[in-house]
């Protein structure tokens, strides 16, 4: 069982940057992190492996970054240009190699984005 504390969410104004970091309890191959506005659907905003292949939401790209430190078990979000639209709840996740699911979830962060 895998233990994800998040960190990092605030509120900003559009334009500006946040990062968020997530520490797991133990190591697993991916990463990543969902989100999920108010009465929209949860999406996955980015993932990555333990070898640092990354995948990111289209309307993302270009403005977060995702990142981690294996020895220390810690996945990163670094968020810029920030827009009213991104404004969320986001959610660490992680699952095995070979998991179809994401099986780990942490409690998640509020991010607000003000216009």
């Known amino acids: 069982q895998v233990q994800l504390v998040e960190s990092g969410g605030g509120l900003v104004q559009a334009g500006g940057s946040l990062r968020l970091s997530c520490a797991a309890s133990?190591?697993?191959?991916?990463m990543g992190w969902h989100r999920q506005a108010p009465g929209k659907q949860r999406e996955l905003v980015a993932t990555?492996?333990?070898?640092?292949?990354?995948n990111y939401l289209d309307s993302v790209k270009g403005r977060f970054t995702i990142s981690r430190d294996n020895a220390k078990n810690t996945v990163y979000l670094q968020m810029g240009s920030l827009k009213p639209e991104d404004t969320a709840v986001y959610y660490c996740?992680?699952?095995?190699?070979?998991?179809?699911?994401?099986?780990?979830w942490g409690q998640g962060t509020q991010v607000t984005v003000s216009s």
């Open positions: 996740t992680a699952k095995g190699r070979f998991d179809g699911s994401w099986n780990y």
């Open positions: 133990g190591s697993i191959y991916n």
């Open positions: 990555i492996t333990r070898g640092g292949m990354t």
